[in-house]
């Protein structure tokens, strides 16, 4: 008797579908990602706000340790299993498993291949973390 609802995915900048994101958190996941490099302690700022628009965004927690991982390298093996319970698509999983491993450029050059075009592991590959 009624019509169900469709929900179409929030998608990030680069086109991919983002689990748990709402349209006002994918702008602060840019923006995080943006300053990923430059600034980490920016990005976990945006990524900080990012997460009260929309607390269950696993990228957005993701971006997060990786710019925390820049001053502490075990904070990416802690998240890996601390976020593991939120809904994730594969993609998702992939940067969440990167995040603990051991080669993390591989693990993100893999990512690359199979989702051409990722802006957080093409950030991510582009050169190291500074730290502020």
Known sequence: MGYPIIERPV????????S???QGSVVQFDRAIGMLRSAPGDAVQAAAMAL???PSFIMAHIVMAHALKADDPTIGRAANRLLAWLPATD?????LAAL???MPV???QRLVRRWPGDALAISLLSEPLTVE
Do not use: N
């Open 100 to 102: 603990g491993d051991p």
């Open 11 to 18: 998608l990030g900048s680069d086109g991919w579908p983002l």
């Open 52 to 54: 009260r628009l929309a």
């Open 91 to 95: 993609r998702e999983k992939s940067h």
């Open 106 to 108: 591989a693990a993100l």
């Open 20 to 22: 748990g994101a709402t």
